[in-house]
């Protein structure tokens, strides 16, 4: 099996930022029972099985932000238009060196709408956590009303990178994809 280090901090990433920000708000609205609770824990163990659990929580969050903006918006006609054409257009990029250099650019623009989809995944979550423990919970302080309006502005920014990179990636696709088509056409 060939693994990639790369795939684990991607992966890791969306769940480590989930553990660091729910981490001062669960910290600061429960304080009291938090000191009380790591008397009896051993806070190095703690931290270990916290950077553990941001790899597979990471690699969930990226998971359903695939699914939720990409796998249930389309139907099964669309994934297999999208699959014909995907192989087409990697076809194309392996013609010459140049346009190698396109599906290098490719996968770039392509794993970095992922990246940022993942983190917003997480800031999603995060969000409605907070959102959750304020109602549910009865959550009332200032301070916890100004760290939700600080995730939200964060949700706000990582999606507005999000969508920018999902246009770029769109748009890039779709001239190398008519590129592909028009050289098939002409052999």
Known sequence: MNFDTKYLIRWGIPGWILIMILGPFIYFN??????????NINVL??????????????Y?????????????????????EYFDD??????Y????????RSKERYRYLLSR??????????LFVTNLFILMAKFFLNVTSVWSSIYFLFTLVLLILIWISRNYSSRN?????????KKA????QKN
Not at 113 to 122: F, I, M, N, P, Y
């Open 30 to 39: 429960y304080e009291t029972e938090i000191i009380t609770l790591s008397k």
């Open 60 to 80: 969930l969050l990226n998971q359903l932000h695939h699914s939720v903006t990409w796998v249930v918006i389309k139907r099964k006609k669309e994934w297999d």
């Open 86 to 91: 995907e192989f087409l257009l990697d076809e």
């Open 113 to 122: 709408k992922h990246e940022l989809g993942g983190v917003t995944a997480s």
């Open 93 to 100: 990029f392996h013609q010459s060196d140049k346009t190698l």
């Open 169 to 177: 990636i769109e748009v890039y696709y779709n001239k190398y994809l």
């Open 181 to 184: 088509k028009q050289d098939q």
């Open 45 to 58: 163990a703690l931290g270990a099985f916290l950077t553990i659990i941001g790899v597979p929580l990471g």
